[in-house]
DNA sequence: TCGACACATAAGCACGTGCTTATGTGTTGC
DNA sequence: GCAACACATAAGCACGTGCTTATGTGTCGA
């Protein structure tokens, strides 16, 4: 199951932090690892498993690899959270709607 | 974080099942054990990680104990992904200015 | 009060996860 | 070509997770 990848990927404060900071913009590897402890391995293996979740996309430029976020898998968590619209706070009803949209 | 729990709770396929069905409607425990070949330990510890996630909330009902989806834990969720806003397809972005608009 | 019921908790075990160190693969510039 | 670089992969290990069986806790009806 793809969303079951997804929140697995995202169960993870490393990678998510490391999500929030392709948000920011585009990043080789490298770039990715300044100020934030973690050793050349790991950051290669979370950044697999936010590719494999399809959260993230590669993209090769010389002898860097630049990664990026990938839309295709925030549109599935939005469709995801679009089947319990019910249940949301009237306070973001708005975004619900969009995400509704989104779903078709 | 509470993210990491909320998170890590949906990254469990059963979790993600269960959650599902009281997004039905509110059940105890045995109800959500129907057609769901999981033993009864299993199934209050896949309740005590969603109840701790906060997207879960209980009742007692006498000697049940009646389950219902939580809108906070729901909420988390909406308000992290509207934080990638940004990577949502062009014509979603539109509406969602507009819509901010109307909320104000 | 006592047995049946609904559910929670404890302990143990197989398997998954995220780190480490070591090494492999591809690219660049001299 | 070859050394340096950027990144991926492999193997091993500590710890987490989800299941099981066994037992505890609270509630109900007779």
Redesign the interface.
Known sequence: ?I??DI??A????TR?KVF?KL?GGSLNASALRDGMEISQPAMSQHLAVLRGAGLVREQRQGRFVNYE?D?DG??S??TW?A??R????K??E?????LK??DQ
Chains 1, 2 share one sequence.
Not at 10 to 13: E, G, I, K, M, V
Not at 86 to 89: C, E, F, G, K, T
């Open positions: 199951m969303e079951t929140f697995k995202l169960a993870d404060p998510r929030e948000a976020v839309p925030i549109a968590i939005g959270l089947r319990y019910a249940y949301w706070p306070r973001i708005a975004l619900a709607d969009l949209d989104m």
